[in-house]
């Protein structure tokens, strides 16, 4: 009776734990057994693995091999794992050496003739090895662009199972993993191509400086989608740690660039509005995949003609933009994928959206029918809501009087706003005035009351909510931190009235 370990990573969601992989090879009638919870994809390991190593020019055992797969309640998802199977079977028949393996974890997916294909989501993987005291790895040689951006662990790459059998016994080196090369980021679109709208720059401006969600009503044309794919070029780059965040659930998705892996620029993502919910916010049978919603973590989802999503899309993301996050419960477990992101929403004010509003056609109901689709609770949520107006001919030839104000000078005044919030909210952790919690900005923060009369008097006519409350002393904090003032005053709360009660359709 012959028994070896080695070691792999399951992964639900961005978070995952080490796996035991125990193999043992004793008597009775040859074949396979393999406990531990493992899924479809990874049922068929036996056959890929038995065949990877014959082609690699190994023998087989002619016994009975079982494969526990520990801890046993956990779900094992995926083909990753054929390769430290691979190599625990031939450490416990003896064709190679197993002390290599310990403190090694081993992933990648085996092709029929011994090749090591990459798999999803090493990065998340590698992370939480790391976290769990993992000082080495081997992974296939195509995810070695992706492993590199894990410090503080030995990353090799494997191409083939005959190396890797080679590396366990001494007789050759994997190629370790190099510095990460970056490349400079696209350029970005620029402020000063966007004619006119003052009101809506200046809401674009106080959103990327707080971090707030916004809604932008207009007829077409006016430059509702220009505006809001400029909104990342106001944004700061990612720290280290929000980059690896974003990075890891791209990395499920198997969406990284091989030339520049680590992700340092807020993404922009807009979807369809045919977009289904679980493509939105993530799904799937068994253990439910990143979506939409994770893409954008930590950057920018752009609803364009968010009237056209339907209810049920729409009111799904709610609760996410309270949290930050989503959980999504399915059959074999209930995983959590971030999503903190801002939240850009732009709509025509009715359905047959004409140049001049005067033109319109449609009933008062047909009018609110359509807007109606973006409930109040929705709305609640928004910090900024805008109207855009129609050009006139005088906006159209601004450019010849006034050159527009560019990106670069507008993201100066956010980052320094940015950096006011930063420093004040550093002691709890946040970095934004949007992240900020009510009651704390009601208790430690709190306002004096003849600042805050005018939220006082919306409360008591009905046109606030007590989280719209909240939410207004967020963008009054914003508005003094781009004011570079100590702390509001009441004309920033009455202009973070303003934005709030501001008619949108």
Request: proline letters at 8%.
């Amino acid at each position: 009776m012959a028994l070896a370990r080695s070691w792999s990573v399951a992964l639900l969601g961005i978070d995952g734990r080490v796996v035991e992989v125990e193999a043992d090879i004793g008597a009775g009638m040859p074949g396979m057994k393999l406990v531990g919870l493992p899924d479809p994809g990874l049922k068929e390991a036996k056959d890929r693995v038995r065949a990877a190593v014959r082609n690699s020019d190994q023998k087989w055992p002619e016994q009975h091999v079982t494969l526990g797969l520990s801890p046993a309640n956990l779900p094992k998802l995926g083909s990753g794992y054929d390769l430290s199977i691979a190599a625990a079977v031939l450490a416990a028949s003896g064709a190679v050496s197993g002390s290599k393996l310990l403190g090694t974890v081993l992933l990648g997916e085996l092709a029929l003739d011994g090749r090591i294909r990459p798999v999803p989501g090493v990065l998340p993987a590698l992370l939480a090895a790391r976290k769990e005291g993992v000082r080495r790895a081997v992974v296939p040689t195509d995810s070695l662009f992706e492993a590199a951006l894990v410090h503080d662990i030995e990353v090799l790459g494997a191409p083939h199972l005959r190396d890797l059998l080679a590396w366990m016994d001494d007789v050759e080196h994997l190629p370790t993993a190099g510095p990460v090369t970056e490349e400079e980021p696209p350029p970005v679109a620029d402020l000063s191509d966007v004619i006119g709208q003052p009101e809506a720059r200046w809401a674009l401006e106080v959103a990327a400086a707080g971090g707030h969600h916004l809604l932008l009503v207009g007829p077409p044309g006016v430059g509702k989608t220009m505006l809001a794919r400029r909104l990342p070029g106001l944004l700061p780059e990612l720290s280290r740690e929000e980059s690896l965040e974003v990075t890891a659930v791209h990395s499920i998705e198997g969406k990284l660039s091989r030339s520049s892996p680590l992700i340092r620029i807020p993404p922009f993502v807009d979807p369809h509005h045919s977009t289904s919910i679980a493509a939105l916010i993530g799904g799937g049978t068994d253990i439910a995949k990143p979506g939409i919603i994770s893409r954008a973590h930590r950057g920018v989802l752009f609803l364009d003609e968010v009237c056209e999503f339907g209810g049920q899309r729409l009111e799904s993301l709610r609760t996410v933009l309270e949290d930050g996050e989503v959980r999504i419960a399915r059959r074999k477990g209930v995983v959590c994928y971030p999503a903190r992101f801002q939240l850009v929403l732009a709509t025509n004010p009715c359905p047959c959206a004409p140049p001049r509003e005067a033109d319109c056609d449609c009933t008062p109901f047909a009018r609110r029918r359509y807007f109606g689709k973006l409930s109040g609770p929705l709305l609640d949520r928004i910090d900024l809501r805008v109207r855009l107006r129609p050009l006139t001919a005088m906006h159209a030839h601004a450019h010849e009087f006034e050159k527009p104000e560019p990106t670069a000078h507008v993201r100066t005044r956010v980052l320094r706003a940015r950096e006011r919030a930063a420093e004040r909210w550093a002691a709890h952790g946040w970095r934004t005035n949007a992240e900020v919690p009510g009651p704390v900005l009601r208790r430690e923060y709190a306002l004096p009351r003849k600042t805050t009369v005018a939220l006082d008097r919306g409360l008591d006519t009905g046109v606030l909510t007590a989280r719209g409350v909240d939410r207004c002393l967020r963008v009054a904090w914003t508005l003094s931190d781009l004011a570079e003032a100590d702390r509001p005053d009441a004309g920033h709360v009455a202009a973070a009235l303003e934005f709030r009660d501001r008619q949108a359709a």
